[in-house]
């Protein structure tokens, strides 16, 4: 069991308010991702759930028992930080078993719980190392495993790629998406990358200054942003959002048209000037000024695409996939 309700929960640091009310349900064995900008509250509020802060006002609910006032070790949640917070001068074996030995779990128990953690983890090889002889992937790993063998109703991660290089980010965020299918416990997971985001949630809560902007499944939030902030921080590259006439000619104060919804054409009835362009080999994206619409438009074609620095070329939008949006930013059904 992993449900986890919020209820009115607010947060403040003296006289300035970081959480206003704020209502949420995550469902047993869901993948939560909490996205958004630096100083949004998303960490914050993992730690209100953890309990590592004390909620201001409001209500938290686990399984349904109520959890505002308990301790964080009574909660039955297991934190996984940006930080490995690793023993150096502990084998994995001993890392992993640390927080059953404090515990008092039993030596048998706690081999079976090790054993099926670093089996789940690619660990079995590692165990009788020390964390210095690691990569900084198989140490992120030894501590899931340490949060593993608590078998906690929840698994709460707070950044925990950020110290990665890419490729390992890549491959740790695969890692931990196959860990949640194989384990199908909850899972809630903070992070500023939309891109981890998008790949590895079940639900998405978006927030912005401890607001909750919209909540849904990646697709929902990628289809229908419910305002100007999720459509701008949602996708990859961003949103190309267009003010004035040419919104108007479509009842919206703004548009806004993804990327790979601008196709380079022979004439369109828009154009522009080509600047920088990416090859990523399966895509190019083109990066295109004096369009008279935004500053700089981003286009998604093929990685085969020839054209280069200085070509004016023209461009047709899907207007079946163009977002409104109204002059206060929601959206326009």
Known sequence: MGQITLNKVTKSFGEVQVIPPLDLDINDGEFVVFVGPSGCGKSTLLRLIAGL?????????????PATDLPPAKRRLAMVFQSYALYPHMSVRKNIAFPMKMAGVSQEEQQRRIDGAAKALNLTDYLDRRPGQLSGGQRQRVAIGRAIVREPAAFLFDEPLSNLDAALRVGMRLEISELHKRLETTMIYVTHDQVEAMTMADKIVVLRAGHIEQ????????????????????????????????????????????????RVTETGPWSGVVGVSEHLGSDTFL????????????????????????????????????????????RIA
């Open 53 to 65: 802060e004390d909620v201001t006002s409001g209500d938290i609910v686990i399984d349904g028992t």
């Open 215 to 262: 909540v849904g499944s990646p697709l929902e939030l990628y289809r229908t942003p419910r305002n100007l902030f999720v459509a701008g921080f949602i996708g990859s590259p961003k949103m190309n959002l267009i003010e004035g006439a040419e919104a108007g000619k479509h009842g919206a104060n703004t548009i806004g048209v993804r990327p790979e919804h601008v």
């Open 287 to 330: 990066h295109v000024h004096d369009t008279g619409l935004c500053d700089v438009m981003t286009v998604r074609a093929g990685g085969e695409l020839n054209v280069h620095h200085g070509d004016r070329i023209s461009l047709t939008p899907d207007t079946d996939k163009m977002h409104r949006f109204d002059a206060e930013g929601l």
